[in-house]
């Protein structure tokens, strides 16, 4: 199984401010052939079901603001939200889906 | 527009077969090259993918959870459907199904989501 390994697991940033997310995988995740990265990044707030955000490691969903980018490659990603916004409040995932699905085990984060 | 709809009853007896049902309305199982999945999260907890069914009827299933699942498609009822048998407190979970957003594939990011159900395991 490939294991997701999220960090932090908590974040707090002020209003405005850059959050960043990492995740590892414990193999890699980009397949050769097509050079993509099987990871994507979701968002969950209370109650709700996730909601897709990056695909291909760095592809924003239709819909999604330009404040969330995802980058990395192999078994190195990150998450960036660029300027925080009060609903951007939620635990967020990277899953791989490379072989099967794994889910890291989420980040929360908060308004400092 | 796709949605997926998850039911079922929110209480099970240890020892006893969870059974739910994803109704899919907007698309049609019978003639979809889409895969879907049910993944499961305790209360406070992360996600657990459980399995997958691809649109040819193959069945994947998470290894820590293979012995006791079973997931099938209804295609009369429109419904892909997750049995979980010899269910335990650690069952307890909102369980959802989803489906990738490529079809063809059996596993891709998960686009659409229900909106789940609370099973609880309790005597």
């Known amino acids: 199984d490939i294991v997701m390994t999220q960090s932090p697991d908590s974040l707090a940033v002020s209003l405005g401010e850059r959050a960043t997310i990492n995740c590892k995988s414990s193999q890699s995740v980009l397949y050769s052939s097509n050079n993509k990265n099987y990871l994507a990044w979701y968002q969950q707030k209370p109650g709700q079901p996730p909601k897709l955000l990056i695909y291909w490691a760095s592809t924003r969903e239709s819909g999604v603001p330009d404040r969330f980018s995802g980058s990395g490659s192999g078994t190195d990603f990150t998450l960036t939200i660029s300027s925080l916004q009060a609903e951007d409040v939620a635990v967020y995932y990277c899953?791989?889906?490379?072989?099967?699905?794994?889910f890291g085990q989420g980040t929360k984060l908060e308004i400092k | 527009q796709l949605q997926l709809q998850e039911s079922g009853p929110g209480l099970v007896k240890p020892s006893e077969t969870l059974s739910l049902t994803c109704i899919v309305a907007g698309d049609s199982i019978r003639s979809s090259t889409y895969s879907w999945g049910w993944i499961r999260q305790p209360p406070g907890k992360g996600l657990e993918w459980i399995g997958s069914i691809s649109y040819s009827g193959n069945t994947y299933y998470n290894p820590s959870l293979k012995s006791r699942v079973h997931i099938s498609v209804d295609t009369s009822k429109n419904q892909v459907s997750l049995n979980l048998t010899s269910v335990t407190a650690a069952d307890t979970a909102v369980y959802y199904c989803?489906?990738?957003?490529?079809?063809?594939?059996?596993?891709?990011?998960?686009?659409?989501w229900g909106q789940g159900t609370m099973v609880t395991v309790s005597s």
């Open positions: 899953q791989q889906y490379y072989n099967s699905y794994t």
């Open positions: 989803g489906r990738p957003q490529k079809s063809g594939t059996y596993y891709n990011a998960l686009d659409i």
